[in-house]
């Protein structure tokens, strides 16, 4: 049997909705397994020369982990990732790679997975779930403790990230630097925010501006990454509406009528990418 699992890439918490936004982007990962072919894994695309090939990587570990709650046993198999979404980047590498784990062990097993089972394994992997929400659904899912929205994203929404070549910012440390207790101002200036977002990304993109701030997560992460954080600033300074995507250190910016994007110069990756509709695809070659 030869399964392919398709993920596309995906922004989480865009400003104000930490760990519970998230935006699929139309960048993909293909990773196919074989049974019939010598055991081993490969990597090609971003990581090929750093990513384990020992079965430790996420995509083996989502896999087993996946075949052990439903009671099954992964066969041997030639697994070969073709990896487009940077690594540590805060473009949802990791969840692409634990969700793709999760459904070819769900089709090489038929375990009859749905998507919130799918979610709560990836849950139970990579601790929370929005990034994981976005790759299994498209486009813009609001995940919270009981469940998941998918909302149709507004069709001028135009992606921007800006991803620094030389710099990442492991999703762990990013975390761990983060305060336990926030004021509740700034906690209701994050709710109120949160809700806006929502109409500007499914209504009314030129809103961006003005319900894209943050008080939770964005400026400790921003002061971990001082480049980034000059760039930042000048994306705002500018009129572009832009957040830290997921942990960072990529920027998130969105392109509006009339606004011009600073140049970031040398050292960084300009991706124009489009929403992905769809999320995680099996195809049984």
């Known amino acids: 049997m030869k399964l392919t699992a398709r993920v596309p890439a995906t922004s989480a918490n865009l400003g104000p909705g930490f760990d519970c936004f998230g935006l699929a982007l139309d960048l993909w990962n293909d990773v196919t397994v074989d049974t019939d072919a010598a055991q081993g894994v490969t990597w090609e695309g971003q990581g090929a020369g750093e990513l384990p090939t020992d079965g430790t990587d996420m995509v083996s570990k989502a896999m087993a982990h996946a075949a052990r709650v439903g009671g099954g046993i992964v066969p041997a198999v030639a697994l070969h990732g073709v990896n487009r979404i940077p690594l540590e980047r805060g473009l949802g590498s990791s969840a692409a790679a634990c969700v793709a784990g999760i459904s070819i062990a769900d089709g090489l097993l038929d375990l009859g997975l749905e998507p919130e ?42 992606p921007v990230a800006f991803v620094p070549n030389d710099i990442r910012l492991p999703t762990g ?104 509709a769809s999320g995680v695809e099996i195809v049984d070659a």
């Open 117 to 158: 089972e799918v979610l709560e394994l990836a849950v139970e992997i990579e601790g929370h779930p929005d990034n994981a929400a976005a790759a299994i659904a498209g486009g813009f899912t609001l995940a919270f403790g009981d469940g998941v929205i998918r909302l149709d994203p507004h069709p001028d929404l135009q």
């Open 173 to 276: 440390a990013a975390r761990a630097a983060l305060p336990s207790l926030v004021p509740l101002a700034d906690a209701l200036f994050n709710a109120g925010h949160a809700a806006a977002t929502v109409v500007a990304i499914t209504s009314e993109p030129a809103l961006l501006t003005q319900t894209l701030g943050d008080r939770l997560h964005e400026q400790t992460r921003l002061q971990m990454v001082p480049s980034v954080s000059a760039f930042f600033d000048q994306l705002r300074a500018a009129g572009v509406p832009v957040c830290v995507s997921g942990a960072g250190p990529t920027l998130l910016a969105f392109q509006l009528d009339g606004v011009s994007m600073p140049d970031p110069g040398d050292g960084w990756q300009v991706m124009r990418l489009g929403v992905a």
